[in-house]
């Protein structure tokens, strides 16, 4: 049986740290704060903003949040970008993905101060983590890592996998356990014969974003699988990994709900308090 790799809990113990520090803060008079903007009426968009700024609440920070109408343009949405880069109360800036269609992704994650970019998707943060620089790690990936560290899974020499090759996701994870000395392997929708690539993963990723992709034959014996997948289905919300097959064979599984997901927002509250320290040049 598989010990499960509790982002929940690792989370709420990670908040205790982060409050700290916010206090430390602010005993020099400074209060990390966080701007988000959400562009239309996604709705899994609306529930992840108010869980960030929730959490910010939590832990003493301050935050704004902007909600603009879906018919917002492209120079509008820079303009709000920039208001924030210039605001001196905001440390983070986050612009909350997917955007409408009309809009360029790339084109507002590059109008982020980096010094703001605590999501890590502009194209400095992105570099740094490339070259192995001091820089913002998008939270998914950077939480990914902890949730493994704490459950002291060293990384070193193990073939890890990851499917899927999202600038969000994929792309990262990988460059990080390629950092921790992992043997990576990257696998996508072009991928021929993922299973028998999967089934060679001492730690295998899922980054893909189709319920229960990964059943028990993708799996090794005793491997270590971090489901990142949240998808929502008429069944409730499912990862990208078929968790009671899955559990039996690997070592570590994280579970959907209660893994990765918690581990995100904690590392994008992380992120907003560094961001915070540097500022003060703490
Ligand atoms: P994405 O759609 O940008 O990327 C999906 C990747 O999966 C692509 O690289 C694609 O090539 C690959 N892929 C698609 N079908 C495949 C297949 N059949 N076999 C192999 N590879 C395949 O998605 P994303 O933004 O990386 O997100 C992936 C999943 O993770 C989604 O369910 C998303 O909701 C979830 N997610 C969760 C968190 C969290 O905090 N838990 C954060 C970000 C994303």
């Known amino acids: 049986m598989a010990i499960l790799l509790d982002g929940k809990k690792l989370s709420a113990s990670l908040r205790e740290e982060l409050k700290a520090r916010v206090e430390a803060l602010k005993a020099r008079g400074i209060t990390p704060g966080l701007g988000v903007i959400r562009v239309g009426d996604d709705a899994a968009s609306e529930v992840y903003v108010r ?61 982020i101060d980096p010094k703001k970019d605590v999501d890590g998707f502009c194209s400095e943060s992105l570099g740094a983590l490339l070259k192995g620089e001091p ?35 994929g792309k990262p994870v990988s460059l990080l356990l390629l950092s921790q000395d992992a043997t990576v392997t990257v696998c996508h929708s072009r991928t021929q014969n993922l299973r028998d690539i999967t089934r060679q993963a001492d730690v295998l990723v899922a980054a893909v974003g189709k319920p229960q992709l990964i059943t028990g034959d993708f799996v090794k014996e005793g491997a270590v699988v971090v489901d990142v997948g949240i998808n929502r289905t008429p069944d409730g919300l499912l990862g990208d990994v078929l968790f009671d097959e899955v559990q039996a064979k690997a070592s570590a599984i994280t579970p959907v709900p209660g893994g990765v997901g918690p581990m995100t927002i904690i590392m994008l509250m992380e992120n907003t308090i560094e961001a915070a320290e540097r500022a003060a040049q703490i």
């Open 51 to 111: 869980n960030k700024a929730r959490m910010c609440e939590r832990l003493g920070m301050h935050s704004v949040v902007l909600h603009l109408p879906e018919d917002t343009t492209q120079e509008q949405l820079l303009a709000r970008i920039d208001e924030m880069n210039r605001d001196p109360a905001l440390h983070g800036i986050l612009v909350q993905l997917p955007l409408p269609p009309h809009i360029q992704e790339d084109a507002v994650t590059a109008r």
């Open 135 to 169: 820089g913002f790690v998008p939270c998914t990936p950077k939480g990914i890592l902890r949730l493994m560290e704490s459950a002291g899974i060293s990384l070193r020499g193990k073939h890890a996998v990851v499917v899927g090759r999202s600038m969000i996701v």
